[in-house]
Each structure stands twice: as C-alpha cells, then as structure tokens.
C-alpha cells in the first residue's frame, strides 16, 4: 500500500504568533482524519521550532522547505540537514519550482539536497513539473524525466515523496485536470525502481477539487500551498472524501 501524504507548504507565510493561531484551529478537525493519511506541515524555520515545541503527541509531522547539503559551513542563509532534525523535523520539500525559477536550483544542487535530506532520515518530498511553454510543445515527458533522472542520482527510494506540480497551475487557481495529472503521476511512476514511493499533484488543489483529484488512481496526495494557510481549507483538504 502507498502511503497517502497531504502536506501543507506555507512557503513565507506565518509568523509564530500567527503559526500557533492556525494550530488552534486545525487541530480539532484531525478528529475526523482517517488514521492512514499523513498530515504535514512545511513551514518556515522559525515556524518549525515553534511548531515542534506544540506538536507533541499530535499527529502532525513537521517539514522544512529546502536544506543544505553540507553539514556545516561557511554558507550564509543556508540550513543543515542536523539543524532541522535536531527539532524534530521529518519532511522537506527539494527543488520546488519557486526555488528552481527564482534561487538558481538546478537538477544537480535539488540532488545534493536530496541526499543530504536522507542523512539525517528526513523524508524529501522532491518536486518536479513543467511550465506552460513546455507542456505547449509537448516537452511534458522530457522534462520531468530530466528532473528525475538528474535529480534521483543515488537517492534511496524507500524514504522518498514525489510531488508532480505544473508550475502553470501554481498559485494560479488554473489546476491540471484530474486525469491528466493522473496519467503525468503514471508515467513518474514507471520511472521510478521503487513503485512504492508516494506520488503528489500539487497546483492549486482547493477543497473543491480535492476530492477528484485523490480519486484517481496514480495519486497518493496533494501539496498544497494557498488552501494550507486557513485552518479550515486545510482541514476539509485533509479529510477529502
Ligand atoms: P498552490 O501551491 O496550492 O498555492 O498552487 C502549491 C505549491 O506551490 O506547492
């Protein structure tokens, strides 16, 4: 059986104040949360070390949003993967599209990270998707299999997520249509030595949508950046039909 992750990716939003604010008012709904879904939250880091301090016997799982690939070192702005394990973090997402377009991350660096992320057993959640001009041409494939195969370079993939999120339908309300990101996911698999790894769709999953997208057969659950903010979008995505 694949393990069906939702994960919520803050991205930089959140102040402590306003991460404890959201807590309060998401817990209660995990009640209703089928026992076999994970249910996680990528904050920032000061968020992260917030966070850990109130999670305690919840069955939230705790992720960052990027890490370093060295363990220590003279890297201004950076984190290790230790730092984040240290408190308690389990997931972190690698090579999102928003750190590829606007940090210079590339298919070498997202396997660096990737790497390190599984040093210290945090599960990465490795994303990969095409842009508009891309799926317009049909370079749908090519390059997402790029993506993977760079980016895969010695990675374990029995400690691995996948999320598939076309960058056209990020943030854009434009989501990819459920069968269509079901035949994309499909296709990540056949790639993959591991066909156990869970596959997301990610790309303006809303609680309107939700429920056909995690009808389909390929996907074993979302990330999910805008509707992760408000406690009660995250709480109807996360207990989804
Ligand atoms: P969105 O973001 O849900 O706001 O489209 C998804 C993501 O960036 O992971």
């Given at each position: 059986?694949?393990k069906?992750?939702?994960a919520?990716?803050?991205?930089?939003?959140?102040?402590q104040?306003e991460?404890?604010?959201?807590?309060?008012?998401?817990m209660?709904?995990?009640?209703h949360t089928?026992?076999d879904r994970?249910?996680v939250?990528?904050?920032?880091?000061?968020?992260l070390?917030?966070?850990s301090k109130n999670?305690?016997?919840s069955?939230?799982?705790?992720g960052?949003?990027?890490?370093?690939w060295e363990?220590s070192?003279?890297?201004?702005?950076?984190i290790s993967g230790e730092?984040?394990?240290?408190?308690?973090t389990?997931?972190?997402?690698?090579?999102?599209?928003?750190?590829?377009?606007?940090?210079?991350?590339?298919?070498?660096?997202?396997?660096k990270?990737?790497?390190?992320?599984q040093?210290?057993?945090l599960?990465?959640i490795?994303?990969?998707g095409?842009?508009?001009q891309?799926?317009?041409?049909?370079?749908?494939?090519?390059?997402?299999t790029?993506?993977?195969?760079q980016?895969?370079?010695?990675?374990?993939?029995?400690n691995?997520?996948?999320a598939?999120?076309?960058?056209?339908?990020?943030?854009?309300g434009?989501t990819?249509e459920?069968?269509?990101?079901?035949r994309?996911?499909?296709?990540?698999?056949?790639?993959?030595?591991?066909p156990?790894v869970?596959?997301?769709?990610?790309?303006?999953?809303k609680?309107?949508?939700?429920d056909e997208i995690?009808?389909?057969?390929?996907?074993?659950?979302?990330l999910?950046?805008?509707?992760?903010?408000?406690?009660?979008?995250?709480?109807?995505l996360?207990?989804?039909?």
């Open positions: 059986m694949r069906i992750v939702i919520g990716n803050w991205k930089m939003f959140k102040t104040a991460s404890l604010e959201f807590l309060q008012g998401f209660p709904s995990l009640e089928p026992e994970e249910v939250l990528c904050v920032p880091y000061t968020d070390y917030q966070l999670l305690h016997g069955r939230i799982q705790l960052a949003q990027n890490v370093h363990d070192g003279a890297y201004t702005g950076e730092m984040l394990a240290e408190i308690g389990r997931y972190v997402i690698v090579g999102h599209s928003e750190r590829r377009q606007y940090f210079g991350e590339t298919n070498e660096t997202v396997n990270r990737l790497l390190a992320a040093k210290y057993a599960t990465p490795l994303c990969v095409e842009t508009k891309q799926r317009d041409v049909g370079e749908i494939e090519s390059t997402v790029k993506q993977l195969k980016g895969l370079v010695g990675v374990d993939q029995e691995l997520v996948i598939y999120e076309p960058i056209w339908a990020i943030g854009t434009d990819c459920a069968v269509e990101a079901n994309v996911i499909g296709l990540i698999r056949s790639q993959l030595s591991n156990k869970s596959i997301q769709y990610g790309g303006s999953v609680p309107n949508n939700i995690m009808a389909q057969p390929e996907i074993d659950g979302a999910v950046g805008g509707a992760s903010l408000e406690p009660d979008s995250f709480a109807q996360v207990n989804y039909k």
